[in-house]
Structures are given as structure tokens and as C-alpha cells.
């Protein structure tokens, strides 16, 4: 049984609006593990202050470690979303090819019967 898909995903506009969606999808990651590296720096650097006795660090320290966590969190999400957005195109391309074979198989099948057909009437016209 096919997931439903509204119609407007199967036509070729709806391919285009998935495929910007992937994309946007991607550039939301890149864009969070961009963050996520200057989290990581500020982590640092916050950790060497606190080692060279600089006051008041640690809440520094506390609310970058949980920006990164909550960043980390939407990663995951936007990775996953970026995944599903994938696999929905994989599954349009795979009914654009199941459709065309069937079309394919019913054409083949009027062939056979209008080469089955031109046949008999050759017969009949030779005897």
C-alpha cells in the first residue's frame, strides 16, 4: 500500500519544492554545526580563563554548554526532517517508475495486439 502523497507532490512543481527543501534542510545543518564549532571554541576559551583564575566563568562556561546541547538538539532535527525530505523524493521517483512501467506494459500489450491483428488480416488477404 502507497503512503498517501497529495497529488501536488507528484507533479513536477512539487518535486521542485521537495528538492528546495532538501537543500534547505542541508544548509540549516551546515549552518547549526557552524554554531555548534563556535560554541565549542567559546567553551574552550571560557575554560581557559576559569584555569587562569578569571572570576565569574563558570556561569559562562554552564550557559555555552547548554546552548551547545540545545544546538546539538536541533541537528538532530534538522537532520532528520532532511532524511524524511529524502526519502519522500526516493518514493516519488520510485512511483514515476512503477507509473511509466505500467504505461510501458499497456503499450507493449496494444502492440502485440495490433501485430496479432495486421497478421490475421494478412492471412485473410493472401487466401
Same mark, same amino acid.
Given at each position: ?17 521537495? #528538492?528546495?527543501?532538501?537543500? @534547505? ?31 565569574? @566563568? ?13 544546538? #546539538? ?55
Amino acid at each position: 500500500m502507497d503512503p498517501p502523497l497529495k497529488d501536488e507532490v507528484l507533479d513536477k512543481r512539487g518535486l521542485q519544492r521537495l #528538492h528546495q527543501l532538501s537543500r @534547505t534542510w542541508n544548509m540549516i545543518n551546515e549552518d547549526l554545526r557552524d554554531f555548534e564549532e563556535r560554541l565549542d571554541l567559546l567553551i574552550g576559551t571560557a575554560k581557559k580563563l576559569e584555569a587562569a583564575k578569571v572570576k565569574d @566563568t563558570q556561569s559562562a562556561i554552564e550557559s555555552f554548554q547548554f546552548l551547545r546541547a540545545r544546538n #546539538h538538539l536541533r541537528r538532530r532535527w534538522a537532520t532528520s526532517f532532511g532524511e524524511r525530505t529524502k526519502l519522500i523524493i526516493g518514493f516519488v521517483f520510485n512511483l514515476a517508475s512503477q507509473r511509466d512501467g505500467e504505461t510501458n506494459l499497456q503499450i507493449a500489450n496494444l502492440t502485440r495486439t495490433i501485430a496479432e491483428e495486421t497478421r490475421q488480416d494478412n492471412s485473410s488477404m493472401i487466401t
